[in-house]
């Protein structure tokens, strides 16, 4: 046995309250009288708080989903409290690459594990202590749920938001699966860990970056975490700059013109070669005039190798401190717009083929990276922009200091000793180059060939595309063909939406799910899911094999939790119901005007530019296709921090997970929750550590005891208030109300703690009124020790449903003041005196002081300075 188990186990005996028995009977309660069910439609004050639903992993709940759960349940009892109709919705993100790994690495088939699963998830979040509302769970696996998810699919299809098309796309070797690219990390899978390369495969692609500038202005009308806008800021990625095209110098052929793309066309006098992407296509033309083609070949093909053909990451391709390679392209010059001066091309591996137009512009002197690799193969250096004129030296103007500021033009022609920052309108209009905006943002990829998902809801036809390409070549004559098709189907020949009367398009049983790593789902074997009718013109045609990403799933599964309130109100669904089964569309759904978008969501700052992003999408869409009236789902996101054990990371190969269940069982439910919610702030995280969970034992061990004492007292009828007691607790009501409304739980628990250290050092006085005052602000953080002294004090309704307390301002204006006591500068004493006293009666009272008496015996005194309401020092000789 490990000391921290045998610290464990003594703390566990000194619990002074029967844990057990009290948080299985009100957990019963609070579902037989639907405590935490909403009255949806004669909701005044409705506020929707949700959570980010868990993925049901096998091994089950985990510390951190209870330390991500606890704080939003503790803001939503807080709101219920504040006279708010509370909906808390919980539910499970079940479909996905992380639940069908985990059967494949136990050897259960998903259908199977996702039940499993789904029993323990739930019996674990019921001994949790959060408000659900139970009645209205859901589950992305179940058909009920992903016959929507395709519904959505189809509406952008529909839209011509949806395309499919041959890309580049990046291929985890590990899950044998695409990624999108904000699954990928530093060119590995941000879920396996695996390198990912790239894969020419037919995807399906949602146009989001046809709403990179809706995406990115209106983050600056939510209330969300700031790291989190900055997130979906950066990964937007906005550019504003310039396309600029350098000819290339040739005698005999027409060449393609090289196209870059800058957001500095001011240094462009200072452009003294090209580069290229290693991915950069290049023409038959210009590969004619390449005098080392051979070696140019070469290194394309050993850059590819290196790079396994791809590397989203700019730490992997443009880190600074990592050596630059690169060749020249012989036997061709460009020629720069501003100066007609030739300049070489060069091919290099800290360009990316997929950022901008896959060539730039070299400006050595004032970009670092160039400078690099200017100083390496010996390439001129320009300077062509310097701080400040005026006070610069000329004779470093041809130093070799990297400046990458803004400043004053030199060695640029006419434009010589205009500041930099104004002068870039006039020089794109005097090289004839556009003025552009570009987005790091790429389109949507949803494709996944995996087996648990739901399957895309379109079918290939080829005598529809047939129809459709000669309809489409012969525009004169009647195209009423062509007019049958919906957008999509235009835009993708041949592929047909499933007709939404048929949705959803069920994920057959396949007993061999395991991916192939082809390209291709599972799916692809299974002749009869794929062999079908076309819905159009009842031509033989397969479906599509592959499935969604489990993005999709999760992107409007807060409008699914609406759903099965509204559905349930049709199929009179009661407490030992299951969830409904969305026969009527959450999407046309009469409690979404009332009681979205959400009111306050927690999660994962790991989610900002995945689930997040795509949520605010998908509504921006909805919005767009009138079916609904907003464009933000979250009108307030908060993220919660990370917690750690015992210092480390929790990881399964260091063998620190900590499971909830051993603490619940030992502890109970309050005392972890209040615990985690102890160990640091609540937005920044903290250490997971046994040894301190003993301090909370204590302290509602302390509350027990003191809630019994005051029982036995009879003093459970109110009473006066004592005069002492008031005004400071009506202080802790003002900052525990602060402190929770920002999410400073640790610190609205130490104030907590503070009100029963001044309860004990006068019990005597402190009445039943005063003590379920602080019952009340206890509610939120340990929800069963409070039920259960609340009820014992006599009251009928639970005190969850109460209302919070109110401080009362005047009772907290400071009567008194601390007055600081020097002696030549030193403290020698502290007084509480009543504020705005005058100074001759501060004088009396301090010098008749026995301390201060001592100091100054004999001593003569030289001056007194005086600050009201602050301090006195006395100054005296010796």
């Known amino acids: 046995m490990t000391n921290n188990q045998r610290n464990v186990q003594n703390i566990e005996s000194v619990i002074h309250y029967p844990f057990s028995k009290i948080e299985k009977n009100w957990t019963g309660f609070w579902l037989k009288k ?30 951190g989903n209870m330390y991500a759960f606890t704080g939003s349940d503790i803001f939503g009892r807080f709101m219920r409290m504040k006279g708010y109709d509370v909906f808390e919705p919980i539910g499970l993100d079940g479909f996905g690459i992380h639940s069908e ?10 259908t199977k594990q996702s039940k499993i699963s789904e029993k323990r998830f739930y019996k674990q979040l019921l001994t949790i202590g959060n408000s659900f509302a139970w009645n209205y769970r859901l589950e992305t696996y179940d058909p009920n749920y992903y016959r929507w998810t395709q519904w959505i699919f189809l509406q952008l299809f529909k839209n011509g938001l949806a395309y499919r098309k041959k890309s580049p796309v990046n291929w985890c070797v590990s899950c044998k699966t695409v990624l999108a690219d904000e699954q990928v990390i530093a060119g590995k899978c941000e879920r396996c860990g695996s390198q990912v390369i790239k894969k020419e495969l037919e995807q399906w692609f949602f146009k989001i970056t046809e709403y990179a500038e809706k995406l990115l202005n209106n983050i600056n009308k939510i209330d969300w975490s700031e790291k989190i806008k900055i997130s979906q800021r950066n990964w937007v990625g906005k550019s504003e700059g310039a396309l600029i095209k350098f000819k290339i110098q040739s005698s005999k052929f027409k060449v393609d013109d090289i196209e870059v793309f800058t957001t500095r066309p001011d240094t462009i006098f200072g452009v003294v070669y090209l580069v290229l992407s290693p991915q950069y296509g290049l023409a038959k033309n210009l590969e004619s005039k390449i005098k080392n083609l051979k070696e140019v070949k070469k290194y394309i093909g050993q850059t590819k190798r290196e790079f396994n053909d791809f590397n989203n990451s700019l730490q992997e391709r443009t880190v600074e401190n990592k050596e630059k390679t690169g060749v020249e392209l012989k036997g061709i010059k460009a020629i720069n717009p501003a100066n007609g001066e030739e300049i070489s091309i060069w091919m290099a591996d800290y360009v990316l083929g997929n950022v901008g137009t896959g060539a730039i512009m070299a400006v050595p002197a004032h970009d670092q990276r160039d400078f690099e690799f200017a100083k390496k193969y010996k390439l001129p250096i320009k300077k062509v922009i310097i701080p400040n004129l005026s006070t610069y030296e000329v004779n470093r103007l041809e130093g070799e200091g990297v400046y990458e500021g803004e400043g004053i033009l030199i060695n640029s022609g006419k434009f010589n000793g205009m500041p930099s920052q104004k002068v870039k309108l006039q020089i794109i209009k005097f090289i004839g180059a556009k003025k552009k905006t570009q987005y790091r943002l790429r389109d949507w990829l949803i494709s996944r060939q995996r087996y648990w998902g739901p399957p895309i809801p379109v079918i290939f036809c080829e005598n529809c595309k047939k129809l459709l390409e000669n309809s489409l070549s012969r525009p004169n004559l009647d195209n009423s063909c062509a007019k049958s098709f919906s957008k999509g189907e235009l835009e993708n020949p041949g592929w047909i939406a499933v007709p939404e009367k048929n949705l959803p398009v069920k994920l057959p049983f396949v007993k061999d799910f395991k991916p192939v790593g082809a390209g291709k789902s599972p799916l692809a074997s299974v002749k009869s899911f794929y062999e079908t009718k076309c819905p159009k013109c009842g031509s033989k045609a397969r479906r599509e094999t592959d499935v969604s990403d489990t993005f999709l799933d999760s992107a409007w599964y807060y409008l699914g939790y609406l759903g099965t309130v509204a559905n349930s109100k049709f199929q009179g669904l009661n407490s030992k119901s299951t969830p409904s089964s969305f026969q009527y569309s959450p999407f046309s759904n009469p409690l979404i005007t009332k009681w979205l978008p959400v009111h306050c969501y927690i999660g994962g700052a790991e989610h900002a530019v995945l689930h997040l992003f795509y949520s605010r999408f998908l509504a921006m869409v909805f919005k767009d296709l009138k079916i609904f009236s907003f464009e933000e789902p979250f009108t307030v996101f908060r993220a919660h921090g990370l917690i750690i054990k015992e210092g480390r990371k929790m990881s399964k190969s260091k063998g620190n997970i900590v499971n909830p269940d051993e603490y619940i069982k030992k502890f109970g439910a309050d005392i972890l929750r209040m615990h985690l919610m102890f160990i640091g702030p609540f937005k920044e995280g903290g250490d997971f550590r046994d040894s301190a969970i003993s301090g909370i034992v204590r302290f509602l061990n302390r509350v027990w005891d003191l809630g019994l004492s005051i029982l036995s007292s009879n003093k459970n009828k109110g009473g006066p208030k004592s005069e002492k007691i008031l005004p400071w607790l009506h202080f802790s009501i003002k900052k525990i109300t602060e402190d929770i409304e920002n999410l400073r739980y640790n610190t609205a628990i130490a104030e907590l703690m503070i009100i029963l250290n001044n309860f004990n050092e006068f019990p005597e006085k402190v009445s039943s009124a005063d003590f379920k005052i602080f019952v009340k ?46 002696i030549n500068g030193k403290v020698r004493d502290k007084r509480e005196l009543n504020i705005g006293i005058k100074e001759d009666e501060v004088k009396k009272i301090v ?31 010796g």
């Open 34 to 63: 639907k405590i935490y069910e909403p009255d949806f439609q004669r909701a005044k004050k409705p506020f929707y708080n949700l959570m980010m639903f868990p993925y049901p992993s096998g091994e089950g709940l985990h510390v």
């Open 847 to 877: 010098l008749a002081g026995e301390k201060v008496k001592s100091f100054i015996k004999e001593k003569k005194i030289i001056k007194i300075i005086f600050v009201p309401d602050k301090l006195i020092n006395i100054v005296i000789n």
């Open 101 to 110: 790994n985990y059967a494949l690495k136990i050897g259960v088939h998903p």
């Open 777 to 822: 602000m206890l509610a939120p953080f340990a929800p069963f020790i409070t039920e259960e002294l609340w009820f014992i004090f006599g009251e009928k309704n639970s005190v969850h449903l109460s209302d919070w307390p109110k401080y009362n301002p005047n009772l907290i204006r400071k009567k008194t003041f601390e007055l600081v006591v020097q």
